[in-house]
């Protein structure tokens, strides 16, 4: 591949389809497919203070978080592209309590199941704060040609084929994972398409960023206040104190923190004793590609990707970001678990 020519997100997905030796183009065709609503879904948050579609919709997600207009039309265009793209037999999302699951002929024919973030950090739509989606894809365990099961959905973060996201902000990017490194394209408004603009993306072994909301840190446990306070003072040896960014958008934390090397924590509080990111939809696929990225995530305990998901909403704790980092996080939390 020429290192000097326009490499659009088709013509890259193609090129590394020989990487997967069981698939006969159905990978490519399912991130093609995603590719597009991306591109669909960016038109609209790109309008929207100009049309109908800012604001509240006027119910609650699953999680009990009130959907926003546009987290809704996020979620219906990409269940639309994947029940077209004859590859998936099933998503699980967000925004639906159960699995949505393709009936129909074709559909049941599909290798891969998908779970899905539609629109990541919707609580900054209406300020026009980065968002995002977040996307993971396995293959199905249940037999071709039937309808998809839940057991398909509850597979550990390992047995991933991909994952990414896509952020929308000043510009538009999707960074994807096949387990062979990472790489991002940024959308060319111009042609109308995605273009490779980070190729094979290694996240920094260290940082100075720590991203985590200190609105909660008298609700956080004490390991966890302990490090924010080791973050926060002067060392000249480390860097330290590192720099506070939190944006509130998981997407654009762990972007931001992947370029230029930090930590991401959302660890329990006294109301969310068990976190309150999604396992599925937001930390598998998340830690999948920081760790092809040179990084890590935990929940504290152990990988993420280890975790054997028990429900389709499962919250977690997460710790992600510069394997150095998230190393000392966690020395913080074992020495005081032990007090």
Known sequence: M?????ITLNEFIIWRQQEFPYAKGELSRLLSHIGLAAKVVNREVNKAGLVDILGAAGET??????????????????????KGSSEVCGIATEENHEVVVFDTELANDGKYI????????????????????????????????????TED????????????????????????????????????????EFCLSHRNITTPEDGAIYSVNEGYYTHFPTGVKKYIKYCQETDDKSSRPYTSRYIGSLVADFHRNLLKGGIYIYPETEQHTEGKLRLLYECNPIAFIAEQAGGQATDGHQRILDLKPQSLHQRVTFYTGSRLMVDKAMEFLEFFNRQ
């Open 114 to 149: 998908v779970t899905m973030d539609p629109l990541d950090g919707s609580s900054n739509i209406d300020v026009n704060v980065s968002i995002g989606t977040i996307f993971s894809i396995y293959r199905r365990i249940s037999p071709v040609g039937s309808e998809p099961t």
């Open 61 to 82: 997600n699953v999680q009990g978080e009130e959907q926003k207009k546009l987290d809704v039309y996020a979620d219906n265009t990409f269940i639309a592209a994947l």
């Open 153 to 192: 959905f509850l597979q550990e973060g390992t047995k991933q084929v991909a994952a990414g996201y896509i952020i929308y902000g000043s510009s538009t990017m999707m960074v994807y994972t096949t387990g062979h490194g990472v790489n991002g394209f940024t959308l060319d408004p111009s042609i109308g």
């Open 2 to 6: 020429n290192n000097h020519s326009l």
